[in-house]
T-cell receptor, first 114, second 106 residues
Framework: KAGVTQTPRYLIKTRGQQVTLSCSPI?????VSWYQQTPGQGLQFLFE???????NKGNFPGRFSGRQFSNSRSEMNVSTLELGDSALYLC?????????????FGPGTRLTVL | GIQVEQSPPDLILQEGANSTLRCNFS?????LQWFHQNPWGQLINLFY???GTKQNGRLSATTVATERYSLLYISSSQTTDSGVYFC????????FGQGTRLTINP
C-alpha cells in the first residue's frame, strides 16, 4: 500500500502571498489531520477532516483553512503569509474519525516565508 | 488541554548501550503513539500503544494508562537510532511532547 504523500515538498513564498498544500492519505483512510512543526512551538495540531467534514480545529488564526475532497485527499491553505508561518507542515492519515487509531504521517512540506 | 512531558530532553550514548525514554501525560487518552523523526522531517510510526506492552525487534514500549505514563526502550543502540523521538497522545487529536533527542556515537 502506498504511504501518505504530500506535495509540494518544498515551497518558498513571500509575505502576503497565499499557499496551498496537498495531502493524499493511505488508500481507504478517510481521516486526514494537519500539523505544523516549528522550532519554537514544536508540533501543533491544525485541523482534522473526516469524510469531507472538519471535525476538529486547533488554535490557529482564520488564515489557516482546509478542505477534504470526496476521494479523501485534503488541501490546506494559508492566506496572507507571515514570516512566522515558516514551518514544516505534516499531514497524517487514519482510518477512524478523531485520530483515535494509528496515525501515519507523510514526508511533510517545508514552507519558507521570506 | 492535555499536557505531555518527555524526558530526558537530550540523551547521548555509545553504540551498544540501552536507553529508556519516558512520556508523562496529564489526562486519560485513547491514543498514544511513539514516533521517530528522521533527518528529513518525516515522522516514522514506532508504536501505537494506548495501554500494555509491545515489542518490535530492539524496540519495545510500555504504557501504564492508569498512571499516565509510557516508556520506550531501545536496546543495543545503533548509530541509525539517532534522531528525535516523540510521544503523542490524544482523544480527538494528537498532542505531542517536545521530544527526546537521542545521539548514538560509534
Amino acid at each position: 500500500k502506498a504511504g501518505v504523500t504530500q506535495t509540494p515538498r518544498y515551497l518558498i513564498k513571500t509575505r502576503g502571498q497565499q499557499v496551498t498544500l496537498s495531502c493524499s492519505p493511505i488508500s481507504g483512510h478517510r481521516s486526514v489531520s494537519w500539523y505544523q512543526q516549528t522550532p519554537g512551538q514544536g508540533l501543533q495540531f491544525l485541523f482534522e477532516y473526516f469524510s469531507e467534514t472538519q471535525r476538529n480545529k486547533g488554535n490557529f488564526p482564520g488564515r489557516f483553512s482546509g478542505r477534504q475532497f470526496s476521494n479523501s485527499r485534503s488541501e490546506m491553505n494559508v492566506s496572507t503569509l507571515e514570516l512566522g508561518d515558516s514551518a514544516l507542515y505534516l499531514c497524517a492519515s487514519g482510518s477512524l474519525a478523531g485520530g483515535t487509531d494509528t496515525q501515519y504521517f507523510g514526508p511533510g512540506t517545508r514552507l519558507t516565508v521570506l | 488541554g492535555i499536557q505531555v512531558e518527555q524526558s530526558p530532553p537530550d540523551l547521548i550514548l555509545q553504540e551498544g548501550a540501552n536507553s529508556t525514554l519516558r512520556c508523562n501525560f496529564s489526562d486519560s487518552v485513547n491514543n498514544l503513539q511513539w514516533f521517530h523523526q528522521n533527518p528529513w522531517g518525516q515522522l516514522i510510526n514506532l508504536f501505537y500503544i494506548p495501554s500494555g506492552t509491545k515489542q518490535n525487534g530492539r524496540l519495545s514500549a510500555t504504557t501504564v494508562a492508569t498512571e499516565r505514563y509510557s516508556l520506550l526502550y531501545i536496546s543495543s543502540s545503533q548509530t541509525t537510532d539517532s534522531g528525535v523521538y516523540f510521544c503523542a497522545v490524544g482523544a480527538q487529536k494528537l498532542v505531542f511532547g517536545q521530544g527526546t533527542r537521542l545521539t548514538i556515537n560509534p
